[in-house]
């Protein structure tokens, strides 16, 4: 009887401070949408260039506005409004005098969902600002055997990247890591200026890092781009997981992106949020709405405006980038208005990312020439790189099943995400802070055993994770979701995405028509080269003793969708056709190589990020990786953009060495 007075009275506790939330919401509410709604100061086509008169197809520098017009002329035009591109725009406008303008296809798109961590991570809900799209048919949509649809095959495989002020940094997983070994890799391959120590101190100028992370050694305190370590709202899955970790062999590193020790083992992620638990995207900490306004005479943010084509000048050194054919993304307002140049007096950068960059090349006729002569592009410098040496972390999962209210699949139940969602307003606490990966596990698919998954990493504590040979073939995402295959109602899902953090393979973008709003045709090339197989294998041998670990700890995961220990490489080939998933790193379409190639094929830019034979042109976003990186690559992208800036500003003497 009291046992049942105690739960009645508890229940109407909480109903009451429910309601009393309720009355705070209503107040709130109207705040948040006046905030969302307060106006950016954004731009369109016919604001920042002057009407093109001509056919586009003709157009060449007498249609442009003169270098002293006082219209339509920058000094600088960054062609894509992302990751790179925000922070490299805002860095160049900090010069004085000196005329900047960013044009990007998306929206602002900034309102309250945009800024919540977890609901702003997922791009298949309804308006999320990003381009979603197939990729070619690839040795995965082949071996699909039995799935398709929405709920795997060919979906796992849809490529995806943001369409908005910001780019992809506003939809992705707010993930921070640098990487170490790799950048030594390119200093050893003859990169000029690209060795860990050339790259560092710009992690440290782009990042302001907050809380604890701000107490550890090797964080940036004074940037623009928040980050903090995560820590805050951690699923049940989180302690037998890291537990299981650690029995497996793989030891606890406080810092995965500490580059004194190879991060061999299990970590807390970081991510870029800011203090007040908000998603911090390039957009928020690079080209908010005071910056730009404060620049207002020499910065213009233009957005919802397609860059179509590169205007080129011939001069004695070859052709060179004097400005773009922009107009309205909007199809409808694009008819209405026409068409608009703008013209760049020192340079023009392109930031549309891995696959936006080389599209655009391609339909300026930059690319490789018979591909451009059959798709009937003018060619203006024949570079085979343009769109080749396509990758990303290619990806499978084994999947199990656990309580509900141990996965984020909780929030599909009304009253637990409006608790949830209560929870994240009032306090900017619970799970919608959370990302969706809050551990990571990192290592060597050499330090992997093939008969039983167990790993030897915890030998290699104290390896310096500066080696290139260091550098982790192998990530295990811990997901409490399930990934491909959604658990039955009622219940809650787990995976472990595997994926191959140094892939051999790539493919290739290439133009599928010459109408920029058509996406191009891409061929992630996944599983293209034997030896990603054998890496693949042993990872998910990896993830089954970590599971396995966590079932024999006593944790409640049963089998979903798995693979025996045992599998043979026939079986393991045919679950990794069905459970296969791109990871959306897209990267190392330009790369920066000699023209004629290294190793791993031509290059596209040099090692100062200018297209090679083109002047006043340059690349700066993940499509200039020589090749992929081990690590997620935001991070890697806002450096970048942090680092072009100076390189260009050093080149025009805006800044001494
Ligand atoms: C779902 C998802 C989750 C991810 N999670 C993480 C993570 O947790 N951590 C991490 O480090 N990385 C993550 N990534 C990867 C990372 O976010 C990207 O690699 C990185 O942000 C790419 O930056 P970018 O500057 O190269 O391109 P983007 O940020 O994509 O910017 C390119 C911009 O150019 C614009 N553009 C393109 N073409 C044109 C044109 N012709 N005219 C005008 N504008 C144009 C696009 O609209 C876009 O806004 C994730 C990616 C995705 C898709």
């Given amino acids: 009887m009291a046992e049942q007075r105690a739960a009645s009275t508890s229940y109407a506790l909480f109903l009451a401070m429910l309601w009393r939330w309720l009355n705070w919401i209503w107040l709130y509410l109207p705040f948040v949408r006046f905030l969302s709604d307060a106006p950016y100061p954004e731009q369109r086509p016919e604001d920042v260039g002057l009407p093109l008169k001509i056919r586009e197809e003709d157009v060449s520098v007498q249609d442009l506005p003169g270098e002293e017009d006082a219209e339509g002329v920058w000094d600088y035009i960054v062609g894509g409004g992302g990751t790179s591109g925000c922070a490299l725009a805002s860095r160049l406008s900090e010069t004085p005098g000196i005329r900047v303008l960013l044009l990007e296809r998306g929206p602002v798109g900034d309102n309250f969902l945009s800024r919540v961590p977890l609901i702003s991570t997922n791009f298949a809900r309804a308006n999320s600002p990003n381009y979603r799209w197939l990729p070619q048919s690839s040795m995965l949509d082949q071996g699909s055997e039995g799935k398709g649809g929405k709920k795997g095959g060919k979906a796992d495989m849809a490529m995806v990247s943001g369409k908005v002020l910001g780019g992809t940094s506003r939809i992705n997983s707010m993930l921070y890591t640098r990487g170490a070994g790799e950048w030594e890799a390119m200093a050893r391959a003859g990169r000029k200026g690209w060795s860990f120590n050339d790259v560092y101190p710009y992690f440290l100028k782009s990042e302001r890092a907050l809380g604890p992370m701000s107490l550890r050694p090797g964080h940036g305190l004074t940037g623009l781009w928040q980050t ?21 062999g793989l030891p606890f590193i406080k810092d995965l992106n500490a580059p004194q020790r190879a991060p061999y083992g299990v970590g807390d992620v970081d991510v870029s949020m800011d203090d007040k638990g908000r998603r911090c995207s390039a957009y928020s900490a690079f080209v908010p709405a005071e910056l730009v306004l404060e620049r207002k005479d020499r910065f213009a943010v233009c957005t919802e405006t397609l860059a179509r084509k590169i205007v080129f000048q011939d001069t004695d050194q070859g052709p060179r980038a004097v400005g773009l054919v922009i107009e309205d993304e909007d199809e409808e307002r694009a008819k209405e208005k026409g068409r608009f140049v703008v013209r760049a007096r020192r340079e023009v950068i392109l930031c549309g990312g891995a696959i936006g960059s ?53 929030l599909e139940h009304a009253f637990y995400a409006i608790r949830h969602i209560l929870h994240y307003i009032l306090f900017g606490a619970g799970i919608f802070l959370a990302p969706i990966v809050q551990i990571s596990i990192f290592t060597k698919s050499s330090t992997i055993s093939p008969v039983d998954g167990r790993c030897t990493a915890s030998k290699l504590i104290g390896e310096s994770a500066l080696n290139p040979e260091n550098v982790p073939d192998v990530e295990i995402m811990p997901i409490p979701a399930g990934l491909s295959v959604p658990p039955p109602p009622g219940q809650g899902g787990f995976s472990f995405l595997t994926v191959l953090a140094t892939p051999f393979s790539f493919g290739r973008v290439r133009l599928a028509s010459t109408d920029p709003r058509q996406r191009p045709a891409c061929d992630l090339g996944v599983l293209s080269d034997e030896r990603d197989w054998a890496v693949i294998r042993v990872g998910l041998k990896l993830s089954l003793a970590l599971a396995g670990e966590m079932k024999s700890q006593g944790y409640a995961l049963k089998d979903q969708c798995v693979l025996p220990m045992d599998a043979n490489e026939e079986e393991v080939k045919a679950f990794v056709r069905r459970q296969g998933r791109t990871t959306y790193h897209y990267s190392s379409t330009c ?21 090679h034979g083109v002047l006043g042109l340059r690349v700066a976003d993940a499509s200039i990786f020589p090749k992929i990186l081990s690590v997620h690559l935001q991070a890697p992208c806002v450096m970048v953009g942090e680092k072009c800036a100076d390189m260009i500003k050093k080149s025009w003497g805006d800044l001494k060495d």
């Fill in 228 to 248: 903090r370590a995560y820590g805050h709202y951690l699923l049940p899955s989180y302690n037998p997981c890291v537990s299981a970790a650690q029995s497996v």
């Fill in 591 to 611: 790369r920066m190589a000699p023209e004629a190639g290294d190793g791993d094929g031509p290059g596209v830019v040099d090692d100062e990020l200018r297209v």
């Fill in 358 to 410: 080389p599209q655009l090349l391609q339909l300026s006729g930059v690319g490789p020439a018979e591909f451009l002569k059959e798709k009937g592009v003018k060619v203006v410098k024949d570079l085979p790189g343009v769109g080749e040496h396509l990758q990303d972390h290619f990806g499978a999962s084994v999947q199990y099943l656990t309580p509900l209210t141990h996965s984020f699949h909780a």
